[in-house]
């Protein structure tokens, strides 16, 4: 035999890390609400009418129907009068015209605001 036949075995060591948690601190959290004036705001977007009377004395053969002209709404309003024979007059016709407004505002409201603390709590 020579010396390269005998063969002697070595036992090998590993490391190996392991992790643990350790609590080094802790913190506390709490909140607090607040109120707070404040103005909301807003664009009112409404409609108010204008009428008018446009008187004509008119004398006419039918009664008229209720038209409109772009805005304008014209309601015709007719009388019948007793002469020696009986004849529609438009006596007058009544105008509705739509006339878009705009309003800012401002109303007061409450609003409420949340704040928190952290603290830090040492061991």
């Known amino acids: 035999m020579s010396i390269d ?3 002697i075995e ?10 643990e948690r350790v609590v080094t601190g802790r913190i506390r959290v709490t909140t607090s ?8 705001e807003a664009t009112l977007d409404g409609m108010r ?9 008119r004398e006419i053969t039918s009664i008229p129907e209720t038209r409109v002209e772009g805005d304008l709404t014209i309601i015709p309003v007719v009388e ?3 002469v020696v024979e009986k004849r529609l007059v438009l006596v007058e016709e009544i105008r509705i015209r739509k006339i878009a407004t705009t ?18 709590l040492d061991e």
Request: hydrophobic share 35%; aromatic share 0%.
């Open 33 to 40: 609400s607040t109120t707070v004036n404040d103005l909301a």
């Open 49 to 57: 009418v204008e009428v008018t009377r446009e008187r004509l004395d």
């Open 80 to 82: 019948e009068i007793v």
């Open 5 to 7: 036949d005998h063969k």
């Open 103 to 120: 309003e800012e505002v401002a109303v007061p409201v409450k609003l409420r605001k949340q704040t928190a603390t952290i603290e830090r």
């Open 10 to 19: 070595i036992v090998e060591e590993t490391a190996s890390i392991d992790k």
